[in-house]
């Protein structure tokens, strides 16, 4: 055997006996590379005479193209081996249980918020957002409540004092937002209408009992447009209420209210059945209030930028934890609040409980459990 056969042979061998493509890669820098043994030896083409030189060059150039193909040969064989090996080692079992030592829970509300988002994104809305720490303007004024208005009592509000002002209803005075309508405003600031917005997020007020908390969560809706008229207003708060409660039919009946944002005004409620140990909603001959909504007050557009010659618009506002309560069957909101574990256990959502109008929303069926 020729001296050039012989390394061919160690080289094959090399490539037969490696299992790990980076040692592969060794032996064809070894043997290909700039310096490796063949290379070197077709360097040695020039010094020799001619005849030789063409039997030699034929020979080495074949026995280099053999190499070549012996280790793509090669590296496929090990990648295919590789990858079978690792698809024995990660197979996952799709018929095993999900992990019942799971211990985090979704919070009601935000399990409420996410299905609250769920329904109106559905509807064609956006979501919008403002900040907690809201200035007088946007939290009252423009809302048409000018200092001094007797509204502003009734909410019961968390100024902020920047020490410099103490005439806590001047404009320049800060409060921690004591609801979301402010949202509406920044809103009409940065769009031209046709706006379709919800704005969901936290309120603040001063207050404390079964049904109030200092903090608690509101979601505000606007819509305005050249045409936006009551119907509208009606049809839309009537499909979110329904597709939230998760019922076929639901009751409902709108009473007149004051807010200064909106004229005409309205609080509408939802038939339920009121049992000593249940609240049944869709049903029987009870009432109860689930939200606040109207026309959009003109002086409200004005105040946003907005001609109220040319656009019209519809608003509500509603409590998120109140909903919460009432659709999952949580008697006290103070509990949202106490990071009680066993509280999160009972009311908690699993995280695999994804909120989605084609999917189903609660994943419970609904109603109070
Ligand atoms: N901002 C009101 C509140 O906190 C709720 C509300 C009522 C919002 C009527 C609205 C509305 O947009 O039209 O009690």
């Known amino acids: 055997m020729s001296e050039i056969e012989v ?7 090399h490539i037969a006996d490696v299992q790990d493509t980076k040692v592969l ?7 290909l590379g700039k310096k490796g043994q063949i290379t070197e030896l077709l360097k040695t083409l020039g010094t020799m005479p001619l005849e030789e030189r063409i039997e030699f060059g034929k020979k080495i150039n074949a026995i280099k193209a053999e190499i070549e193909a012996s280790i793509v040969a090669k590296k496929q064989e090990l990648e295919v081996k590789m990858l079978n090996e690792r698809l024995k080692k990660e197979v996952i079992d799709v018929t095993l249980p999900c992990r019942p030592e799971t211990q985090g829970r979704i919070h009601p509300v935000s399990k409420v918020y996410e299905e609250i988002v769920a329904i109106f994104a559905e509807m064609g809305f956006e979501i919008a957002e403002g900040p907690d720490i809201e200035d007088q303007f946007h939290n009252f004024n423009a809302l048409n409540m000018p200092p001094n208005h007797p509204a502003r009592q009734m909410q019961d509000t968390f100024y902020i004092n920047d020490d ?28 031209h209408p046709p706006i379709r917005i919800i704005a ?35 049809g839309c708060l009537y ?15 709108y009473r007149p209210s004051y807010f200064p944002f909106t004229e005409p005004s309205a609080e509408m409620d939802i038939g339920c059945l009121k049992t000593k140990d249940e609240l049944k909603i869709g049903a029987g001959t009870d009432w109860l209030e689930v939200l606040g909504c109207g026309m959009v007050h003109p002086n409200v557009l004005k105040a946003g930028g907005i001609d109220p010659n040319e656009y019209q618009g519809f608003a509500f506002g509603m409590g998120i934890d109140r909903l919460a309560m009432l659709k999952y069957g949580i008697p ?8 009680d574990i066993r509280w999160i256990k009972n009311y908690g959502f699993t995280p695999l409980d994804f909120s989605s109008m084609t999917s189903g929303l609660s994943n419970n069926g609904g109603l109070a459990r």
């Open 7 to 13: 390394i061919k042979n160690e080289i094959e061998q």
């Open 25 to 31: 890669d060794d032996i064809r820098v070894a043997a």
């Open 164 to 191: 410099t002002s103490h005439d806590f209803d001047m404009d320049c005075a800060y409060v921690v937002r004591t609801h979301t309508s402010g949202v509406q405003i920044r809103t009409m600031e940065k769009k």
């Open 200 to 234: 969901p997020g936290r309120t603040y007020r001063s207050d404390y009992d079964a049904t109030h908390t200092p903090m608690f969560h509101q979601v505000e809706g606007l819509v305005i447009d050249k045409k936006t008229t009551m119907a509208d207003l009606r």
């Open 239 to 253: 499909d979110f209420l329904k597709s939230f409660f998760e019922v076929d039919t639901l009751p409902v009946r």
């Open 332 to 339: 006290d909101l103070r509990t949202f609040f106490e990071s």
